[in-house]
């Protein structure tokens, strides 16, 4: 009966749309371009890089659990046209299905900044972008409040709930600033903050809103720091948080990874870490990075009221990650701004 009610919630949240949380990982700092647009060919130490993203949330709850998908990737560009900057030009394709009332969103970004640097240590960035926002609910699996008999949701029952349609599509727009500092070889520390949805369009499956309802989407606020330290020859260490907030929606991220040398040039890594999302969860992580590439797996653990209902087991994250060097710089690499094993 907890599970029923819980599922029930959760329909209604969909078809909201407007009260729920945006599509979200908890590897933030693995998902660059929907973290900060800034981020955008902001690559320490390669030219370009590919990823790939899979979150599956609430499947001991739900048999259709929340499964979100993102394809993305960025290079720099334009190395030899500005003094001591760059550009960057992205993109990335967001995938999201939200249980079994098949509310499902998809984004397409295109992101674009700029990177300049200032002095020998310090470099600032600033990026945005600008996307399509296909959001589709079938409501043949819907449940509504008035849908409850006593003991369960009959969908089979009139509902007084009835929408005007069945998709929404808007353009969604975002901008952010970031800035680094790497005073040594083995120093390298990074903060930024972003602006999101910042042109407020409307998302609603409804042709115009109730009295005192606002469909309109809230601006988001998404900040983060985090560092790269090179303790030895075998081991740098990643402190990083996190921090969004949307309407009178928050989350916070503190937590810490390292990544450990298996091999002289630094090809063959491993990689352990926690996270703690306040309130909400404990984040253990592993991953193992193999010459270009880098694959890491995290697992929520539930630690907020939901336990009751889903026993801890709160969502499990993939991440896939290769980037690499321009042809042209084969031979002549230029210097990664934060610490490396590599020689």
Aim: net charge neutral; glycine share 10%; hydrophobic share 35%.
């Amino acid at each position: 009966m907890k599970k029923l009610f819980l599922s029930g919630f959760i329909f209604i949240l969909g078809v909201a749309g407007v009260s729920g949380q945006d599509l979200h990982f908890s590897q933030w700092f693995n998902s660059p371009l929907t973290t900060n647009p800034a981020n955008t060919g902001f690559i320490p130490d390669a030219d370009y890089r590919l990823g790939a993203n899979y979150r599956n949330q609430w499947s001991a709850i739900m048999s259709q659990p929340y499964r979100t998908f993102s394809l993305w990737g960025d290079a720099q560009v334009f190395r030899d046209r500005f003094e001591n900057g760059w550009m960057g030009l992205g993109g990335v394709i967001l995938r999201d299905d939200a249980g079994s009332s098949a509310l499902t969103s998809t984004q397409v970004y295109g992101s674009a900044a700029y990177h300049q640097m200032v002095g020998f240590a310090s470099l600032i960035s600033f990026g945005f972008n600008v996307g399509w926002v296909n959001k589709h609910i079938n409501t043949q699996n819907l449940k509504f409040p008035d849908q409850f008999d006593g003991k369960f949701f009959n969908n089979t029952l009139p509902s007084s709930v009835v929408l005007d349609r069945t998709s929404s599509n808007y353009l969604d727009m975002q901008v952010g600033l970031n800035y680094a500092y790497f005073p040594t070889n083995k120093m390298y520390l990074n903060a930024g903050v972003s602006i999101q949805h910042i042109n407020r369009a409307r998302e609603s499956f409804f042709s115009t809103d109730p009295s005192g309802f606002d469909s309109r989407i809230p601006i988001r606020y998404i900040g983060f720091v985090n560092a790269s330290l090179k303790v030895n020859d075998q081991v740098i260490i990643n402190p990083m948080g996190y921090y969004t907030q949307r309407a009178q929606s928050s989350e916070a991220v503190l937590g810490m990874n390292a990544q450990y040398n298996l091999q002289d040039n630094g090809d063959q890594q491993v990689i352990g870490g926690l996270y703690y999302r306040a309130g909400d969860a404990i984040i253990p992580m592993i991953g193992f990075i193999y010459k270009s590439i880098k694959l890491t797996f995290t697992y929520d653990v539930t630690t907020s009221s939901i336990k009751h209902y889903d026993n801890g087991y709160g969502a499990y994250e993939f991440a896939l990650m290769s980037q690499g060097f321009y042809s042209q710089y084969n031979g002549d690499r230029r210097q990664s701004l934060c610490p490396t094993f590599r020689q």
